[in-house]
């Protein structure tokens, strides 16, 4: 069973960098998927953050690009999500996920971590 | 830049059938934006439901189908249970990125 568990500071002051870390079980960060963040404001829909492969590829939603990394680390089966120069408007649960690449195509989120709420403010 | 547009709320009696439906402001949704769509309920973190377009979770109940109709990704709820009531999301890919539609709360009354 695949496990997917967030964890990280909840509070990160205005024009921080906020940093969260996705701890994975049940498959290698460096088998042939994809590695997700998804963030939820209070109250509001989905948002997808980007994605990354262990091979150093990764992908980033236009709107926050600039300002967005996310990493694998191979040698704790884990990856990360770091976000600058954050603001109120950037408090939000966060959730990782699985995307999952079979033979022929990728394209299919999976499993989900049960998120973890980053609250922006001094 | 690129709005994924849902209904944002349909109701439903119990055993009954709804569709909820997943517009691109690109144009036509197809095959090729690998629809996938998600349960969310309140405090819960997303459930997938569907992926590329028709294909089931090995979780996801027989009653849920995913389609493509009229130029957008649809999601039918046949037989609706009580437990259903929830936010449904739908994502697509948008070569290198993906975008989530805005949410349909479905109420089962």
């Known amino acids: 069973q695949v496990q997917l568990q967030e964890s990280g500071p909840g509070l990160v002051k205005p024009s921080g960098t906020l940093s969260l870390t996705c701890a994975v079980s049940?498959?290698?960060?460096?088998?042939?998927?994809?590695w997700s963040w998804v963030r939820q404001p209070p109250g509001k829909g989905l948002e997808w953050i980007g994605e990354a492969y262990h091979g150093g590829s990764a992908n980033y939603s236009p709107s926050l690009k600039s300002r967005v990394t996310i990493s694998v680390d191979k040698s704790k089966n884990q990856f990360s999500l770091k976000l600058t120069s954050v603001t109120a408007a950037d408090t939000a649960v966060y959730y990782c996920?699985?995307?999952?690449?079979?033979?022929?195509?990728?394209?299919?989120?999976?499993?989900w971590g049960q998120g973890a709420l980053v609250t922006v403010s001094s | 830049q690129t709005v994924v547009t849902q209904e944002p709320s349909l109701t439903v009696s119990p055993g009954g059938t709804v569709t909820l439906t997943c517009a691109s402001s690109t144009g036509a949704v197809t095959s090729g934006h690998y629809p996938n769509w998600f349960q969310q309920k309140p405090g819960q973190a997303p459930r997938a439901l569907i992926h590329?377009?028709?294909n089931k979770h090995s979780w996801t109940p027989a009653r849920f189908s995913g389609s493509l109709l009229g130029g957008k990704a649809a999601l039918t709820l046949s037989g609706v249970q009580p437990e259903d009531e929830a936010e449904y999301y739908c994502?697509?890919?948008?070569?290198?990125?993906?975008?989530f539609g805005t949410g349909t709360k479905v109420t089962v009354l």
């Open positions: 996920a699985r995307i999952y690449c079979s033979d022929i195509s990728c394209f299919k989120f999976d499993y």
């Open positions: 590329n377009t028709n």
């Open positions: 994502l697509l890919y948008y070569g290198g990125a993906y975008v």
């Open positions: 049940g498959d290698s960060i460096s088998s042939n998927n994809w």
